[in-house]
Nanobody, 125 residues
C-alpha cells in the first residue's frame, strides 16, 4: 500500500488561490490513478479532480472546472491540486486518494485503496 500525506490547506479569502500537495511513500505513484476528494460538514465525500496513472487523462467535477487543476510529479512522487478563484462553497476537508493500476480516471471513492488524512481548506467571503 502507498501512504499519502496532504499539506497546503489553510484559510483564504474568496477569489484567492491555494495549492495542495500529496506526497506518497512506500510505492511509486507511476502505477496509480490519483484523485482529490472533499468533504464538507454534514455532506458526503465528493470527487473533485482526478488523473490516470500515465497522467494522460484528467477529469474534474463540474463545480470546479476551469478553476482547479490536478498534476503529478513522478520524480517527487507527489500530486498537486491547484485551486484558483476559490469560493466559500469550496470550504471542506480535502483528501488525496490512490487507485492501483488506474488506467482510467475514477470518480468513485470505493475504487481507491489508499487515502491521506486530509487537509482543511476554508474560504472566507
Amino acid at each position: 500500500q502507498v501512504q499519502l500525506v496532504e499539506s497546503g490547506g489553510g484559510l483564504v479569502q474568496a477569489g484567492g488561490s491555494l495549492r495542495l500537495s500529496c506526497v506518497a511513500s512506500g510505492r511509486t505513484l507511476s502505477a496509480y490513478a490519483m484523485a482529490w476528494f472533499r468533504q464538507a460538514p454534514g455532506k458526503e465525500r465528493e470527487f473533485v479532480v482526478g488523473i490516470n496513472w500515465r497522467g494522460s487523462r484528467t477529469k474534474s467535477a463540474d463545480s470546479v472546472k476551469g478553476r482547479f487543476t490536478i498534476s503529478m510529479d513522478n520524480a517527487k512522487n507527489t500530486v498537486y491540486l491547484q485551486m484558483n478563484s476559490l469560493k466559500p462553497e469550496d470550504t471542506a476537508i480535502y483528501y488525496c486518494a490512490a487507485k492501483l493500476l488506474g488506467i482510467e480516471v475514477s470518480t468513485t471513492p470505493r475504487d481507491f485503496g489508499s487515502w491521506g488524512q486530509g487537509t482543511q481548506v476554508t474560504v472566507s467571503s
